[in-house]
Protein backbone atom coordinates (compact mmCIF):
# COMPACT_ATOMS: atom_id res chain seq x y z
CA UNK A 1 0.00 0.00 0.00
CA UNK A 2 1.43 3.23 -1.23
CA UNK A 3 0.19 7.05 0.06
CA UNK A 4 1.95 9.73 -2.45
CA UNK A 5 1.85 12.98 -1.38
CA UNK A 6 -0.30 14.23 -4.08
CA UNK A 7 -2.92 11.83 -3.20
CA UNK A 8 -5.99 12.62 -0.38
CA UNK A 9 -4.16 13.40 3.26
CA UNK A 10 -7.55 11.18 4.61
CA UNK A 11 -5.45 7.87 3.49
CA UNK A 12 -2.41 9.05 5.11
CA UNK A 13 -4.47 9.82 8.00
CA UNK A 14 -6.23 6.13 8.02
CA UNK A 15 -2.69 4.34 7.33
CA UNK A 16 -0.99 5.79 10.42
CA UNK A 17 -4.38 5.59 12.20
CA UNK A 18 -3.87 1.83 11.79
CA UNK A 19 -0.91 1.38 14.01
CA UNK A 20 -2.55 2.04 16.97
CA UNK A 21 -1.79 -0.53 19.87
CA UNK A 22 0.50 -2.65 18.16
CA UNK A 23 3.83 -2.91 18.66
CA UNK A 24 6.91 -0.58 17.09
CA UNK A 25 10.04 -2.94 17.12
CA UNK A 26 12.30 -0.79 14.85
CA UNK A 27 13.07 2.74 13.69
CA UNK A 28 15.76 4.51 11.64
CA UNK A 29 17.08 5.52 8.69
CA UNK A 30 17.73 3.30 5.80
CA UNK A 31 21.39 2.58 4.89
CA UNK A 32 20.96 4.93 1.73
CA UNK A 33 20.10 7.60 4.30
CA UNK A 34 16.82 9.15 2.65
CA UNK A 35 13.91 7.27 4.04
CA UNK A 36 12.77 6.69 7.22
CA UNK A 37 11.68 3.15 8.65
CA UNK A 38 9.58 2.27 11.10
CA UNK A 39 8.75 -1.68 11.49
CA UNK A 40 5.20 -2.14 13.16
CA UNK A 41 3.89 -5.80 14.28
CA UNK A 42 0.63 -5.83 13.94
CA UNK A 43 -1.81 -8.17 15.63
CA UNK A 44 -5.29 -9.14 15.87
CA UNK A 45 -7.51 -11.23 18.49
CA UNK A 46 -7.05 -14.74 17.68
CA UNK A 47 -10.34 -15.11 17.13
CA UNK A 48 -10.50 -12.73 14.06
CA UNK A 49 -8.73 -15.09 11.76
CA UNK A 50 -6.24 -12.34 11.11
CA UNK A 51 -2.06 -13.74 11.31
CA UNK A 52 -0.12 -11.23 12.72
CA UNK A 53 2.33 -9.74 10.10
CA UNK A 54 5.46 -7.38 10.57
CA UNK A 55 4.73 -4.14 8.49
CA UNK A 56 7.20 -1.57 7.31
CA UNK A 57 6.30 2.09 6.51
CA UNK A 58 8.65 3.69 4.88
CA UNK A 59 8.71 7.57 5.46
CA UNK A 60 9.92 8.55 1.99
CA UNK A 61 11.97 11.72 1.51
CA UNK A 62 12.60 12.06 5.24
CA UNK A 63 14.41 15.56 5.90
CA UNK A 64 13.48 15.48 9.67
CA UNK A 65 13.71 12.83 12.03
CA UNK A 66 13.59 13.70 15.79
CA UNK A 67 13.56 11.02 18.46
CA UNK A 68 13.04 12.03 22.27
CA UNK A 69 12.22 9.85 25.04
CA UNK A 70 8.72 9.83 26.69
CA UNK A 71 10.33 7.48 29.87
CA UNK A 72 10.36 10.03 32.95
CA UNK A 73 13.90 11.17 34.15
CA UNK A 74 12.99 9.22 37.60
CA UNK A 75 12.32 5.98 35.42
CA UNK A 76 15.64 6.27 33.63
CA UNK A 77 17.42 6.74 36.82
CA UNK A 78 16.08 3.50 38.08
CA UNK A 79 16.76 1.73 34.64
CA UNK A 80 20.23 2.52 34.25
CA UNK A 81 21.22 -1.51 35.00
CA UNK A 82 22.51 -2.98 31.93
CA UNK A 83 20.24 -6.27 33.10
CA UNK A 84 17.61 -4.10 32.08
CA UNK A 85 18.67 -4.71 28.55
CA UNK A 86 18.25 -8.45 28.29
CA UNK A 87 14.37 -9.45 29.08
CA UNK A 88 15.51 -12.88 31.33
CA UNK A 89 17.71 -10.64 33.26
CA UNK A 90 15.69 -7.40 33.60
CA UNK A 91 11.95 -9.07 34.40
CA UNK A 92 12.30 -8.49 38.14
CA UNK A 93 14.16 -5.50 38.57
CA UNK A 94 12.44 -2.29 38.94
CA UNK A 95 13.09 -0.04 36.40
CA UNK A 96 12.09 0.03 32.71
CA UNK A 97 12.94 -3.45 30.77
CA UNK A 98 14.67 -2.05 27.24
CA UNK A 99 14.62 -6.12 26.73
CA UNK A 100 11.45 -6.42 25.82
CA UNK A 101 12.53 -4.59 22.21
CA UNK A 102 9.20 -3.65 21.35
CA UNK A 103 7.11 -0.58 22.55
CA UNK A 104 3.71 -0.16 22.37
CA UNK A 105 2.44 2.34 19.75
CA UNK A 106 0.16 4.34 22.30
CA UNK A 107 -1.25 6.86 21.60
CA UNK A 108 0.49 5.70 18.33
CA UNK A 109 1.02 7.78 14.57
CA UNK A 110 -0.74 10.93 13.31
CA UNK A 111 -0.62 13.35 10.70
CA UNK A 112 0.08 16.62 12.31
CA UNK A 113 -1.25 20.09 10.93
CA UNK A 114 0.61 21.37 7.77
CA UNK A 115 3.56 23.29 9.74
CA UNK A 116 5.91 26.07 8.67
CA UNK A 117 8.75 23.53 8.01
CA UNK A 118 6.64 21.43 5.71
CA UNK A 119 5.40 24.47 3.81
CA UNK A 120 9.20 25.83 3.42
CA UNK A 121 10.25 22.31 2.12
CA UNK A 122 7.44 21.31 -0.01
CA UNK A 123 7.79 24.80 -2.20
CA UNK A 124 11.65 24.32 -2.13
CA UNK A 125 11.75 20.77 -3.56
CA UNK A 126 8.10 20.99 -5.34
CA UNK A 127 6.75 17.88 -3.82
CA UNK A 128 4.10 17.72 -0.68
CA UNK A 129 5.62 17.32 2.78
CA UNK A 130 3.85 16.33 5.68
CA UNK A 131 4.63 16.21 9.49
CA UNK A 132 4.06 12.99 11.20
CA UNK A 133 4.10 12.22 15.32
CA UNK A 134 4.60 8.98 16.22
CA UNK A 135 3.69 8.24 20.23
CA UNK A 136 4.63 5.25 21.71
CA UNK A 137 5.22 4.09 25.45
CA UNK A 138 9.44 5.07 25.52
CA UNK A 139 9.44 7.87 22.86
CA UNK A 140 8.02 9.94 20.79
CA UNK A 141 9.08 10.53 16.56
CA UNK A 142 8.41 13.70 14.68
CA UNK A 143 9.22 12.72 10.54
CA UNK A 144 8.72 15.35 8.45
CA UNK A 145 8.77 13.42 4.59
CA UNK A 146 6.60 13.61 0.95
CA UNK A 147 5.47 9.80 0.68
CA UNK A 148 4.46 7.00 2.30
CA UNK A 149 4.80 3.10 1.36
CA UNK A 150 3.71 0.25 3.57
CA UNK A 151 4.86 -3.11 2.65
CA UNK A 152 4.66 -6.43 4.73
CA UNK A 153 8.29 -7.80 5.44
CA UNK A 154 9.40 -11.62 6.67
CA UNK A 155 9.67 -12.71 9.92
CA UNK A 156 13.20 -11.87 11.27
CA UNK A 157 13.76 -8.96 8.85
CA UNK A 158 16.49 -7.19 9.59
CA UNK A 159 17.29 -3.66 8.11
CA UNK A 160 21.13 -4.07 7.82
CA UNK A 161 21.41 -7.66 7.49
CA UNK A 162 24.11 -8.80 5.36
CA UNK A 163 24.79 -11.69 3.09
Not at 86 to 92: E, H, M, R, S
Not at 139 to 148: A, C, G, I, P, V
Request: hydrophobic share 40%; net charge negative; with cysteine.
Amino acid sequence: MRYNGGMDTALLAQLLDDTFDHALVYHGYTDYMRDYEVIVYMTAAKSTGIPPAYLRYLFRHCVEARCETTVPAETWQRSLDERLLDLDTGADLDGFVWGVKWQCMYPGASLLPQSDAARRWSAEVGIDFHHVLVETNAQRLTLLFSDLQVTEVPVGYAPYATD
